[in-house]
């Protein structure tokens, strides 16, 4: 094969395995006579497969202009930490240079090239470039670069980042303060400082700092062992004697763990504080427990309460809540003239379009994890009394073909008629989701049936 390359025939790289691959890279490398096999295919070989090229001398300095060149369209190829590692990070002179211009995009390939990034710059001791992780402008990059960091080694975190709190700030040439490093990362480190015993005064700092610079916070998730940690798999040790002294600070400024505060240690809790926050999900309890401790779980619960009362003050009807009902992974209550629907996840992973044979979504809030996965959700309807029971087949026939028409399409279990219907009667078609009304279908006037549940809702495929 090598004496193919020689002759310009490169006809067979595109049918070669990833061993032979990777054996014919290495073979090319490794040859006393790999310079002269270089001047003679070189050109042809970057013009006919540029990836075999960049792979062949990516390490090698006379090659620079067409790396770089090669690298800036196609970064991805340094998408595996054994390629990064053994063959690019400090094999060139111009590595160390691309790598910090770069250093936001190749973030965003495997995981592994954070760590080791840090693990070599930390070795090289070019203080320059390190100063340049760790203080990175992307305040984003920053807090992923602490943890990363505070993870690999705590002591060797804290001799780097001597002033706690300057690390989470971002100034302006005047000193002015233009950005904070994310919540999640900044109370990760705090708990990260009890956690390795790294002092108390140090915690006391970046949790001060985190009770005034943050309207939400995480610590009480990390300090009372109540949480496994779903980025990290780690199950906190208990920390309570420090989560019980800021009891109350952390109880109102929790991002996702007020609900579990308030179930497992009441009494520690100020009465005023336990007894308004009971007071405002009581009557939800009273339905499913379950599905109001999942809502603050994932960090819906303050936003769960601030549509309750919300929709509670306007509506003009009774002004009640009620069970509206249990689907497959959802609960819905009612509120007065509204319908709260929460949901454990979603079927779809893209928001149903706003067509006038779905129900209005007057408010809708969704959480994902860090892979991408929807693990609750908020969604706010007219509360509609009225269900379709399904036996006009003329009707059912025109609804669905006037989904097919916007090219969209339903589930057929939406039909099913089993004991939760999913299609009800709107009050009037005058509460339709479209811009104007009286544009609709003759049939829709008379017959104003909607699908409540908007996940059923799919684009059709061409």
């Known amino acids: 094969m090598v004496y193919k390359l020689i002759n310009k025939d490169f006809s067979f790289l595109n049918s070669l395995g990833a061993y032979d691959r990777e054996k014919l890279i290495e073979t090319i490398r490794e040859v006393p006579l790999k310079d002269s096999i270089l001047h003679n295919c070189f050109d042809n070989l970057k013009e006919e497969n540029p990836y075999y090229a960049f792979r062949i001398v990516c390490d090698m300095e006379d090659y620079r202009e067409f790396c770089i060149n090669y690298l800036d369209s196609n970064i991805k190829v340094l998408n595996d930490s054994n390629l990064f590692s053994r063959y690019f990070i400090g094999r060139t ?7 910090s211009n770069n250093f936001e995009r190749l973030l965003e390939l495997d995981i592994r090239i954070l760590f080791i990034t840090i693990r070599f710059a930390l070795d090289l001791g070019n203080g320059l470039f390190l100063n340049s992780l760790l203080y990175h402008d992307n305040l984003e990059l920053r807090g992923r670069v602490m943890v990363e960091l505070m993870e690999m080694s705590p002591y060797t975190f804290m001799m780097y980042y001597k002033d706690l709190v300057n690390c989470l700030v971002r100034y302006d040439k005047e000193g002015n303060i233009v950005g904070l490093v994310d919540e999640k990362y900044a109370s990760r480190i705090a708990y990260s400082i009890v956690d390795c015993n790294l002092g108390m005064d140090n915690y006391e700092k970046i949790k001060e700092f985190i009770l005034s610079n943050y309207a939400t916070n995480s610590l009480a998730e990390r300090l009372d062992g109540i949480n496994v940690d779903g980025e990290m798999g780690i199950e906190f040790t208990s920390h309570e004697n420090i989560l019980l002294k800021d009891i109350d600070d952390l109880f109102r400024t929790s991002s996702n763990y007020k609900y579990r505060i308030f179930a497992k240690y009441p009494q520690e809790l100020s009465p005023e504080l336990k007894n308004e926050f009971y007071n405002s999900i009581k009557e939800f309890l009273m339905i499913d427990a379950k599905a109001v401790e999942h809502m603050f779980r994932v960090g819906l619960g303050d936003k769960f309460l601030e549509f309750t009362k919300k929709y509670m003050e306007i509506s003009t009807g009774a002004k009640v809540v009620g069970n509206a009902g249990i689907g497959s992974c959802t609960r819905s209550f009612i509120v007065g003239d509204y319908v709260i629907k929460c949901s454990y996840k979603k079927w779809v992973d893209v928001r149903c379009p706003d067509l006038f044979l779905v129900a ?10 860090h892979l991408g996965f929807v693990i609750g959700a908020l969604e706010v309807q007219k509360y509609y009394h009225e269900p379709f029971k399904g036996k ?8 669905r073909e006037s989904f097919k028409e916007l090219g969209y399409e339903f589930g057929d279990d939406v039909l099913g008629l089993n004991e939760m219907p999913n299609i009800f009667y709107l009050d009037s078609y005058l509460d339709a989701d479209c811009s104007n009304p009286e544009d609709l279908p003759d049939w829709f006037k008379k017959d104003p049936i909607v699908l409540v549940d908007r996940d059923y809702v799919k684009k059709i495929k061409k």
């Open 360 to 369: 209005r979504n007057y408010e809708e809030e969704i959480v994902k994890n």
């Open 93 to 99: 002179r111009w590595s160390l240079e691309y790598l």
């Open 392 to 399: 006009d087949e003329l009707l059912v026939d025109k609804f």
